[in-house]
């Protein structure tokens, strides 16, 4: 049986592939000038505190700023276990990401970013909505309905009896800032690709699980392509590396690697429909399933308001269940 640590060790084969397939006549059509993919995170906020890097953004004209406003709403309610030696994770709150994120093109091909968001954790709107759309798909509720045994919000990790981290009352802090600078290949009118170095910087709050309190460094590489006229294709496979962790520092892995695949086509009029998966390996090591490798699936739409600006809606399940939220929802403005 293959397993998640296996399938994540073959990013960049699967992106070479994919970059592969992108230079064949079949795929040399007609460039895509909106944007391949939604601004999905894992909503998870033992991972937002580890600064995985955003994912790539089309390129502002050289010399000009390109600007994202995004807001991500998500909701879980879970308990987690490792048996041997035994360890706890109890989760039930909702949380809110939102960022901003400046990107400067330097010239044709080089473009530098930076990102700063703000996280809260508390007790939101989502949880009736998504035990009614649980019921209408069939899905367990799992410790939804009361039966978490305590009321929202909650969040504690909990090892051989000693309680490693807790939180009980809502929050707000600042998220890690991101930083990265890119640089992009045009192969074609059809095919790009290209490489990002991005570094996170610890401005949050340990105390407030908005940071991990530890310094990361991450490259990736990326590539985006045309098919079938007017399907665009995107694939990123990267490896994150971080030191100095604050949260959970005796399980923290100092290295995560991270893929992302992305399709995009027109729906109707300025609409487009994106399907999107993003994954990344365990950020911590020997623990409970919701700390460990997580996958988020995404439905989303978008739709151009004018020439340079876009409007951007997600629907995010985790795949695997249970390991990161239950549902998510991000809504982004890109201009």
């Not at 879970?78 to 030696?85: A, E, G, I, V, Y």
């Not at 893929?259 to 911590?284: E, I, K, M």
Request: proline share 7%.
């Amino acid at each position: 049986m293959t397993q998640p640590q296996d399938f994540l060790r073959r990013p960049a084969c699967l992106l070479a592939s994919a970059l592969a397939l992108a230079s064949t006549p079949a795929a040399c059509l007609a460039a895509a000038d909106d944007a391949v993919w939604l601004p999905v995170r894992d909503q998870n906020p033992f991972a937002l505190a580890a600064g995985l890097p955003l994912l790539p953004q089309p390129a502002p004209p050289p010399g000009d700023v390109g600007v994202e406003v995004m807001l991500a709403e998500a909701n879980s309610q879970l308990k987690s276990f490792r048996r041997d030696p035994p360890m706890e994770v109890v989760f039930g709150a909702e949380t809110r990401e939102t960022r901003l994120v400046l990107t400067y093109a330097l010239d044709a091909d080089w473009t530098a970013r930076a990102s700063l968001g703000d996280e809260w954790i508390g007790v939101g709107f989502l949880d009736k909505p998504i035990q009614h759309f649980h019921d209408l798909i069939g899905a367990p509720q799992g410790y939804r309905g009361g039966r978490l045994g305590e009321r929202p919000p909650v969040v504690r990790v909990v090892e051989n009896g000693s309680v490693l981290y807790a939180l009980d009352r809502p929050g707000q802090a600042l998220a890690p800032l991101l930083l990265g600078l890119a640089r992009e290949w045009a192969v074609s009118d059809s095919m790009r690709y290209g490489l990002s170095l991005d570094a996170k910087l610890a401005t949050g709050s340990t105390r407030r699980l908005s940071d991990d309190g530890a310094y990361g460094v991450s490259l990736a590489a990326f590539g985006e392509f045309t098919v079938f006229d007017d399907v665009v294709l995107g694939a990123r496979a990267g490896y994150l590396h971080s030191r100095g962790n604050d949260l959970l520092p005796g399980h923290a892995r100092t290295s995560s690697e991270f893929f992302d695949v992305s399709a995009r086509a027109p729906l109707f009029g300025r609409w487009s429909w994106v399907l999107q998966y993003d994954v990344h390996s365990a950020l911590y090591a020997e623990v409970p399933q919701f700390l460990g490798y997580a996958g988020v699936f995404t439905i989303g739409v978008a739709r151009k308001l004018a020439s340079h600006a876009e409007l951007m809606f997600g629907v995010s399940e985790d795949v695997p269940i249970a390991h990161t939220q239950d549902v998510s929802f991000v809504a982004a403005l890109r201009f």
